[in-house]
């Protein structure tokens, strides 16, 4: 299942897998990190998530992988896939804020790809499965 991903996608596991290290998780001891496969310059943006004391001023890996993003490629950005490994045994699906924010980049063809720890089990999700009826125009 795993090559079959490597084949379809851009997943860089190792980067991934090492951007999963680099967590600021000192509060939940949850790590997380994504990979965001940007479409018009080809160019991979990771993240993790940064907690801080004042639990509010979090971040997570997604949001910090589109800041690093959208802090490259600039404003017209637009999401090809999203890779997002934890700590978990199970894949564990982005938390509600960062869906909106990842639809604010995505198109109807943006693919989400969430990943047990080991990266071998994982689910793929469209955007419009992830947060249907979203919010995308004033
Ligand atoms: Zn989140």
Redesign the pocket.
Known sequence: MEDHVHLKTQLNKDKLLDVLTKSHSPYSKFRVSAQIVEKLSGESFFGCNVENASFGATI????SAISSMVSNVGSKAEIKEVHIVSDMEEPVS?????RQSLVEFSTSETRVYVYAKDMKSFNVFSMSDLLPHAFVSF
């Open positions: 997570c890996a997604e949001r982005p938390c509600g804020v960062c």
